[in-house]
Each structure stands twice: as C-alpha cells, then as structure tokens.
C-alpha cells in the first residue's frame, strides 16, 4: 500500500470504532531470508504480512483486536468485534487514553532504502554461496542467515493523531568452523549495499585459522578486550531492565539510581534518531520518539518511562526507539590488543541469562574465538570458558575504548577492561 492509502485506512479505522478512544495501527511487513548449514542452503523464505491492530476503549477500560482483514469494507465487522470485546473487559485502573492531539512526529527518511525494501533474491543467493564457495575452499563448515526486511507503518488516534513510517534492514551473520575452531560474524545496515560481504567472508576464513589447537586458560588477572559483538552481547541485557517502573518497584538495578553514577567516565549510552540506526519516530500507541541521554559519563541520566508511570511521578515519557548507541573513541581491535601487555581477547558470547536483575548479575559462555593476548600480540588461542559478570562493573573499569562500529542497535565500539581474576565464576 502506499502511505496515503494506509494513512486513510487506519483513519477509517478510528472511524469506524464507535468508542471514545482509539487507536489504529496498521503494518505492513516483507521478509526474506535464507539459511544455510553444512555447506548448503537449508530454507529460503519471503513472508509478507498485513495487518490492523486496533484498540478501542470507554474512559475505564480497552480491548485490542488484531486482523489481516485489510479491506475497507470489513471495518465495521473488525470495530463491531472490538467493541464486543470491551463490553466483557474489566476495569483497568491504569487506563491511559489515547496520546493528545497535536504530537509533532520526525520523519525519518534515511531509514528507508528502495532496493533492499524489494527483497531480490539474487543478491542474497549471491553472498551466501560466496560463503559456501570459500568454505568449501578451505576444509570448513558453514551455517548462516542472510535476510533483508522492510516494514510500513500507520497509525491514526481518536484524539486527531496522525504518523507513518517506513524501514528498510539488511544482514547477514554466519559461522565457519573446523571441528572446535570457529569463528563467526554480523553484518548489518539499513541497505543492502551496506553489507560489506567480501571483506568479511576473508576475514572470518583467516579467524578459524587462528582458532586452531585451542588451550585451557590459566588462573590468573587478565585485562579483558571485547571486540564490538562480544561489547554488545553484555550491553544488550541492559535495556531489557532499564524501565522506570521496576525501578521503583525495587525489582532492578536501576532501583534509586537515576541521576547516580553506576558506571565510568567512558560509558555512555545514547538514542538518537539519526544515531548509528535510523530511529523508530513513534512508539505503538503514537508517543513521538526524541534524542534521548540513558547514560552519561557513568550516570543514569534518564530512564524509560511507560505514560501511567511518568504521570504518576511527574517523569517524562521516554521510549527505546529501536536504536542504541554506545559513545566509542579512537583505534581498532588490533590498536587496543597492541596496548595490552596480558589479556585475553573475545569476539563473541552467547547462551547468556541473569543470574540477578537486582545487579544485574549475567552468566554465559565465551564463543568463536578467544585469545591469550601477551605484550600487545595475540599469543595463542583460548578454549572456551563460563563467566559470570556484572556488566555495569566491567564499564566501571574501561581502560580503553575503540571506534564504535555498526552492530544490530547502532554503534558499538571494542573496549578494554581492566584486570579481572580467571576463574571468572564468582
């Protein structure tokens, strides 16, 4: 659908509500992917999906309804149906009506690239066999997701509210491995022609290599470098958490801390709308998103707020707008390894869960390439090890910090810790 012909949709929608409040979201979404595994394509997707989600409410209480019914002519059916279900609602007492009128929306252009929007196979076939072909080439083992996605957004208010969005994303992320040597990597960007694939199927081959004979990690103090995937596998628990009410409900690390200092100087965490992604303009129920300050120079300068929660505490309402930014400095991966006299290097975590929201307390497994590094040089390769980690301590004690890079919420920049006892499981 064009704009104009969701925009007059979802006004129709609010139309034919027959309720005080309304809202109308509608969405429209491609996605297409391929996997691959074992050196060969596993499935190829491209999904598309439409869909009405509407909201009707009387002052006490709300129903939501959600259709693909995406036909003018079924609008009085999906809002009979809505209305239906408000009348066996119970009363919420945390009802909130719908946005005032008037909310002014950014818009976002640059979060939208007409190639990638299309969805062509070919360039996606193209860069997985690239992956397949070199690992062939080299005695390794492939497995991967290769994927572009565009998705369109309306949503109208009873109270006169008006926006539309659109977005575009591409990437793809893969592991080579030969027996317990691997190494791994994720490309992403708002179009396709942002995925640098060449570079980094080179780069990946020659990380394996370097992967090879693994040994066990002596005990000892070691400084932690993270590259900008490992940065963002710890960072990434964070918004999960940061939330006003939990906050003041005394359920997180955040409880009291807002206008604190919880982390160093070096940390600081921003959204911005033109950040390293181009930002959401607008939340599900049409709050306008705005360049946002979480943390600064270690301090929690601001928090997510639902709309209930801020006007009962006189907060502002803030959301994460789908990007995150983690402010970086200046040198590469190999710039920082060549400032460390004993560390240990690591690209990637994964199988990571809380042990304690209350300090934020993570525990997980290290993957795809770990390194002794000694008098600034990768020495040899690491097996793999359990940690368990407090990631706002470990951005207490930056030494140094890199040139942020693209990952899936913005930018995220290789850092340097200082020195951590191994066995890391405390």
């Not at 969805?119 to 997701?145: F, N, Q, S, Y």
Request: proline residues 6%; negative net charge; charged residues 25%.
């Amino acid at each position: 659908m064009t704009k104009q012909g969701m925009l007059d949709f979802v006004q129709a929608a609010v139309e034919a509500a027959g309720t005080p409040d309304v809202v109308a979201v509608l969405t429209e979404t491609r996605t297409a992917s391929v996997r691959f595994g074992q050196n060969r394509i596993t499935q190829n997707l491209d999904v598309f999906k439409r869909e009405l989600q509407l909201t009707v409410g009387d002052g006490e209480k709300q129903a939501t309804v959600t259709s693909q019914r995406i036909d003018i002519h079924a609008l009085p059916g999906i809002a009979s149906e809505a209305r239906a279900l408000l009348e066996t609602s119970s009363s919420d007492p945390e009802y909130m009506s719908p946005v005032p009128a008037g909310q002014v929306y950014p818009v976002i252009e640059e979060a939208w690239d007409e190639f990638t929007s299309e969805c062509p196979a070919t360039p996606r076939m193209e860069a997985v066999g690239k992956v397949i072909d070199a690992a062939e080439a080299e005695g390794l083992t492939a497995a991967g997701i290769c994927g572009m996605h565009s998705e369109q957004v309306a949503l109208a208010t009873s109270t006169g509210n008006l926006a539309a969005h659109r977005s575009t994303s591409a990437d793809l992320s893969f592991t080579l491995d030969r027996g317990l040597a691997s190494s791994y990597i994720s490309l992403n960007g708002t179009a396709w022609n942002e995925l640098d694939v060449d570079p980094a199927i080179g780069t990946v081959v020659e990380q394996v290599k370097m992967n090879e004979d693994a040994m066990e990690l002596e005990p000892g103090d070691y400084k932690i470098i993270l590259e900008p995937e490992a940065t963002w596998n710890l960072l990434m628990f964070l918004p999960w958490i940061l939330d006003a009410r939990t906050a003041d409900e005394g359920t997180s690390v955040f409880s009291g801390m807002e206008g604190k200092k919880m982390a160093g100087e070096d940390f600081s965490l921003s959204s911005s709308l033109m950040g390293g992604r181009p930002a959401n303009p607008f939340s599900g129920e049409g709050l306008p998103a705005e360049d946002v300050v979480w943390f600064e120079n270690g301090v929690l300068k601001n928090i997510p707020c639902d709309r209930f929660t801020a006007e009962k505490t006189g907060r502002p309402p803030l959301f994460i707008p789908d990007t995150l930014d983690m402010d970086g400095g200046k040198g590469s991966v190999e710039d920082l390894v060549a400032g460390v006299d004993k560390g240990i290097l690591i690209r990637r975590f994964w199988y990571i869960r809380f042990v304690d929201q209350k300090t934020m307390k993570l525990t997980g497994m290290t993957r795809d390439g770990v390194f002794l590094v000694e008098n600034g040089k990768i020495a040899k390769p690491l097996k793999d090890f359990r940690w368990n980690w407090r990631p706002l301590e470990l951005f207490s004690n930056i030494l140094r910090i890199g040139t942020a890079q693209r990952k899936a919420p913005g930018l995220i920049p290789p850092v340097v810790i200082g020195e951590q006892h191994y066995p890391f499981t405390d």
